[in-house]
């Protein structure tokens, strides 16, 4: 359940203010001007090769983790791109996954083809761009590819939080043309979030179920390849059986992350 103090939080991020980022940047306020001046004394005895020039402060990075190796995404992209690596498909599509985390790693190794509702303008390699709604049918992409991934994005789909239009059943929709998109045999990477209790938090995302995913939107389509989740702390679980008794009850979990690696029949 989402608290009021944390639907305070995300309000006011929102609009542009973190309250934990504040705290953190008062606190930091006394060891950046000790460092400064620090710096600027050594400087003075230097031969000048910096100058000190125009402030730029960073108050909040001291406290910090050296980086971030856990949570939904950090796991999801890298889990998923070693699959395709290991795969390696003939043709790889996505719709709608994060581009400056999974599309950026599959594009280390690999031309993919990057399908979204809104516009992506880059020259990055390997990356060609489509802009299109995947909850409209487009016979054009009928069979486009033998490997297709959809990563943290149906959940979002017919909310109206990216510019579409709202639509309960969107992900619905979106789920039929998704299928449509791959090939008989293909391989088909999908995540979204998951709990005991399915949902929706207007206007973010739903939240699944794992029964929900597996006997209701993959039944009849597709077979379960594999099955991969990150719970509630971050932690990614490999090679979990959907059919376990816990994976009934989405193993318990307020928001985790489902990782479906599905076989298209």
Known sequence: MITRKTQLTRLARDA???PARLRRSLRGIRPYIANRRELYAQA????????????????TDRFAAGGVAKGQYFHQDLHVAQQI????PERHADVGSRVDGFVAHVAAFRPIDVF?????????????FIQRDITEPDARYDGYCDSLSCLHALEHFGLGRYGDRVDYYGYRKGWDNLCRMLRPGGTFYFSVPISRRQRI???????????????????????VGAFAYVDDRGRLHR????ADKAARKSFGLTYGCGIFTLVRR
């Open 239 to 242: 090679d979990v059986d959907v």
């Open 85 to 88: 690596f290991a795969a390696a």
């Open 116 to 128: 979204d509702i809104r516009p992506i303008r880059s020259g990055a390699r390997n990356v060609a």
């Open 201 to 223: 938090e207007f206007d973010a995302h739903r939240v699944f179920s794992v029964p929900y995913v597996v006997e209701d939107l993959a039944a009849g389509v597709f077979d």
């Open 44 to 59: 003075q005895r230097s031969a000048g090769e910096f100058p000190l020039t125009s402030a730029y402060p960073c108050l």
């Open 16 to 18: 542009g203010l973190d």
